[in-house]
């Protein structure tokens, strides 16, 4: 167990349809990481967000979106879904720099 | 750009050791070893950092050269639950953590009893 936990576990929506995935991090751990794995791509690096504020965007879609609240919890915001974002959604926390540890993940099926 | 993993697949009896290789066209400040079973989350087993510095787990052993931005992971005395596929992070630039990890493809380990 890593500390990280992301809420739903796996989430089952129609094409066109916006959902939200949740991540807490670690205790004390300030970044937030968002990757998406899929079979076609890899693991890939969406976003960064250190103590409320983003840092990097990586390939992130612009129908993807992300924040982090004051309580250091971050949201990543899909909309308008297509087939082809069904994924594993990873979020990934770490104190600034150096290791990040993964959650267990969300796995979005988009039909 | 996307570090190169090699091999992409590797068969090994319980006890055999194995080497795992990542190779990057641009200059790292570091690099990550996260190892992932079917389903599950990455686990993290090791960083190594521009300069020398490595933190990890004791029984996982590393290198990373930066003039080649090679790195390549050690794994000996294999055993069952070493099984799954391996994947090197790598970050470039000045580090700072900022930018997230460049994934390579993956190496698939398979130990066999």
């Known amino acids: 167990d890593s500390g990280v936990t992301q809420t739903p576990k796996h989430l089952i929506t129609a094409t066109g349809q916006r959902v939200t995935l949740r991540c807490s991090p670690r205790?004390?751990?300030?970044?937030v990481y968002w990757y998406q794995q899929s079979l076609d791509q890899g693991l890939q690096f969406l976003i960064h967000?250190?103590?409320?504020?983003?840092?990097a965007k990586g390939n992130i879609l612009e129908r993807f979106s992300a924040q982090q609240f004051p309580d250091l919890h971050s949201e990543l915001n899909l909309s308008s879904l297509e087939l082809g974002d069904s994924a594993l959604y990873f979020c990934?926390?770490?104190?600034?720099?150096?290791?990040?540890?993964f959650g267990p993940g969300t796995r979005l099926t988009v039909l | 750009q996307q570090p190169v993993q090699s091999p992409q697949a590797v068969i090994l009896r319980e006890g055999e050791d194995a080497v795992i290789n990542c190779s990057s066209s641009k200059a790292l400040y570091s690099v990550h070893w996260y190892r992932q079973k079917h389903g599950e989350a990455p686990v993290f087993l090791m960083i190594l950092l521009k300069g020398g510095e490595q933190k990890g787990h004791e029984k996982i052993s590393a290198s990373f050269n930066e003039k080649k931005q090679q790195s390549s992971l050690y794994l000996t005395a294999s055993q069952l639950s070493y099984s799954g596929t391996y994947f090197c992070?790598?970050?470039?630039?000045?580090?700072?953590?900022?930018?997230?990890?460049?994934f390579g493809k993956g190496t698939h380990l398979i130990i066999q009893p």
């Open positions: 967000y250190y103590n409320g504020e983003e840092r």
């Open positions: 205790s004390g751990d300030l970044s």
């Open positions: 992070g790598t970050e470039g630039g000045s580090g700072g953590g900022a930018d997230g990890l460049t």
């Open positions: 990934a926390s770490s104190v600034g720099k150096g290791e990040q540890f």
